[in-house]
């Protein structure tokens, strides 16, 4: 079989990888091409058609800003895709432009298989009518949304997260603060997110709690996208080091962490790691999504707790001062964290065991199989 794989941003590139390398041991004959980043393109053998780098874009102004780009990489794709002329499509997350890519191939017949749901039960849940229209089979890592769908009369496979795939196959670097020159004082991990704009609103105040947490050192954990003279416009003299490729090496040897929302929240809370949730965008972005979104929280743990299980700072409320007060219950205050390691002990409980990549694996597999035949 001939699969085409789309991911494009840093986590679906990782949850892509994967489930190439899932695929490979299923279907003997499979053959990629692949829309990601280095992680796919390591797994499949491949180089990108277009790398992850050069694709996501984040809030309404940024996409905005970006429209060009976004029209160009469709164009580029679609031409792409009817030039390979793939078994089956395989989608992943991402959904501004993966939604446009499987209206499109499911218009010449390919197979349209999605991995890891749009979040559209947060905003916009209207697009389920497309997805129903447009995707064959859905793959959910969230255990709520089999219910959102079904309100739908859409069934869904869920397979688990791959999240737990990833910590459960990374061999821990037990030299990690001597191989990155580290000393033994304990370590505050930032991670400030993947995309420019991300980086730009909050690293300057993670940054600033250097002067908070003196017998702390702090540690970013770098995107792949950015090398480290372009985080240094932002440490300048201080003495805060920047690791790539090792945040779960790092969070492993956090105290704690002041986390961007998105995926790494999650990896945050599968790791146990006392975090500080953190968001900050375009003062318009912000305006329109607490207009538009429909849920309660913005981190993936308390999402998926359905309660407040770490502490959010969003826009106004995420500001140094606010993050070093939570920040230094979650060190000294025993009682609190405790409380929040008791509330990852139930996160581990509602997403089970990993195998997502293999068992979304089976079933596209199975699907392609069995609709060909």
């Known amino acids: 079989m001939k699969y085409y794989l789309i991911a494009g941003e840093t986590s679906g590139d990782l949850h892509g990888a994967n489930l190439i390398k899932a695929l490979k041991k299923e279907d003997a004959e499979a053959n990629f091409r692949i829309v990601g980043g280095d992680q796919m393109s390591g797994a499949s ?57 499987a209206e499109f191939a499911k218009k010449r017949g390919i197979r349209v298989c999605y991995y890891i749901s749009p979040k559209i039960w947060a905003w916009n849940q209207g697009r389920v009518h497309k997805i129903k229209r447009v995707v064959d089979h859905m793959f959910c890592i969230l255990p709520f949304e089999v219910d959102f769908y079904k309100k739908y009369n859409y069934a869904v496979d869920y397979v688990g997260n791959p999240l737990l795939d990833a910590i459960s196959q990374h061999t821990f670097n037990a030299s990690f603060k001597q191989d990155n020159e580290l000393n033994e004082r304990p370590i505050i991990a930032l991670l400030p997110g993947s995309r420019q704009m991300e980086i730009e609103k909050l690293l300057p105040v993670m940054v600033d709690l250097y002067y908070l947490f003196p017998a702390h050192q702090l540690v970013i954990a770098g995107a792949p996208n950015f090398d480290e003279y372009y985080y240094q416009r932002y440490i300048g003299d201080l003495p805060i080091k920047v690791v790539f490729q090792q945040t779960y090496d790092l969070l492993k040897h956090a105290e704690a962490a002041v986390v961007t929302s998105g995926t790494a929240t999650l990896e945050t809370g599968i790791l146990k790691v006392p975090q500080v949730v953190v968001y900050k965008a375009n003062k318009l972005t912000v305006f329109l999504a607490r207009r538009l979104v429909k849920v309660e929280f913005i981190s993936l743990v308390n999402l998926i707790n359905g309660f407040l299980s770490v502490r959010e700072f969003i826009q106004e ?57």
């Not at 029209?71 to 499509?89: G, H, Q």
């Not at 996160?347 to 997502?356: D, N, Q, R, V």
Request: net charge negative; aromatic share 6%; glycine share 6%.
């Open 317 to 373: 409320e995420c500001d140094t001062r606010t993050i070093a007060d939570e920040l230094g219950e979650l060190i000294t205050n025993k009682e609190h964290r405790a409380s929040v390691l008791e509330n990852y002990d139930i996160l581990a409980e509602k997403l089970g065991s990993p195998g997502a990549s293999e068992k979304a694996a089976k079933l596209i597999v199975q699907y392609s199989s069995s609709e060909t035949n």
């Open 45 to 101: 053998g491949q180089t990108p058609l277009i790398h992850t780098s050069e694709m996501a874009f984040m809030g309404f102004v940024e996409v905005v800003k970006n429209l060009g780009k976004i029209r160009k990489n469709l164009k580029l794709v679609k031409e792409d895709i009817t030039k390979e002329n793939p078994d089956t499509l395989i989608l992943i997350d991402f959904p501004g432009f993966n939604l446009k890519i």
